[in-house]
């Protein structure tokens, strides 16, 4: 099996062809976009909290 991600992404010409075919991976997609953003959400708002806190002040 190959390590690359084979499924078509929304950002690719040839995937946003496959994906108007494909709810499945269309739904598969946004899922982990929206995955993806509210964990960058999470992390800024950890990384917020220790600022305030005072814990990343070399960094």
Do not use: K, Y
């Amino acid at each position: 099996m190959d390590a690359f991600e084979q499924t078509p992404s929304p950002q690719d010409s040839e995937g946003h062809r496959a994906l108007q075919h494909d709810p499945d991976t269309l739904a598969l997609w946004l899922a982990l976009d929206a995955d993806r953003r509210s964990r960058d959400e999470r992390t800024e708002r950890l990384r917020a909290m220790r600022l305030i806190d005072g814990e990343d002040e070399g960094v």
